[in-house]
């Protein structure tokens, strides 16, 4: 079965640096984009970032373009989010997730359980 | 960026009973490809989300039949034939069709 499993949150304090990992297994990770969409405490969802299966493309939200990094390491079925000037507004689980189809577009089908992230002084 | 609403923002319902949850999007979904990618999702409190249906209308692996999808364009319903305690929390729907994808607010769904 499908399994994605985040690491690396912990406290920050503002401006620093946290770089989350997210392991993959059940399927066949080199062939489906990937995901990170984040929750801040007692809000909904925000899409944050996607790479594309081979890592050739990303995509990024505005609220944290020219801050964070997605990447990929295919030989390790491992998705990073490097995350870097942190703010309080960061503070969030942020979800790794899986897209649907292994071609073209579409939708998330897994996410995994979160890795929550506190930026605090 | 697309903008997705959702109504209502909460909904109690009784248990055996129907529910019905909207979502309106800024701008149309269908997708270049001619799919129109539109999902709902439900999220139980301190669980992650878990997708419910796919492409307007197709439930996903292991989602009770009481699920449905429907809609088009920029209008959207999930529909709850009879509501079990286990449904409860909250439900998203999300557009997969252009970047950045987007949530609605959510809907809260709680027993009466």
């Known amino acids: 079965q499908v399994q994605l499993v985040e690491s690396g949150g912990g406290v920050v304090q503002p401006g620093g640096s946290l770089r989350l990992s997210c392991a993959a297994s059940g399927f066949t990770f080199s062939t489906h984009g990937m995901h990170w969409v984040r929750q801040a405490p007692g809000k909904g969802l925000e899409w944050v970032a996607f790479i594309r299966r081979d890592g050739s493309m990303t995509y990024y939200g505005d609220a944290v373009k020219g801050r964070f990094t997605i990447s990929r390491d295919n030989s390790k079925n491992t998705v990073y989010m490097e995350m870097n000037s942190l703010r309080a507004e960061d503070t969030a689980v942020y979800y790794c997730?899986?897209?649907?189809?292994?071609?073209?577009?579409?939708?998330?089908?897994?996410w995994g359980q979160g890795a929550l992230v506190i930026v605090s002084s | 960026d697309i903008v997705m609403t959702q109504t209502p923002l909460s909904s109690p319902v009784t248990l055996g009973q129907p529910a019905s949850i909207s979502c309106r999007s800024s701008?149309?979904?269908?997708?270049?490809?001619?799919?129109?990618?539109l999902s709902w999702l439900h999220q139980r409190p301190g669980q992650p989300p878990r997708l419910l249906i796919y492409k307007i209308s197709n439930r996903f692996s292991g989602v009770p039949d009481r699920f449905s999808g429907s809609g088009a364009g920029t209008d959207f319903t999930l529909k709850i034939s009879r509501v079990e305690a286990e449904d409860v929390g909250v439900y998203y729907c999300?557009?997969?069709?252009?970047?950045?994808?987007?949530f609605g607010p959510g809907t809260k769904v709680d027993i009466k």
């Open positions: 701008q149309s979904l269908v997708h270049s490809d001619g799919n129109t990618y």
């Open positions: 999300m557009q997969a069709t252009q970047f950045p994808f987007t």
């Open positions: 997730a899986k897209r649907m189809t292994s071609g073209g577009d579409g939708e998330i089908d897994y």
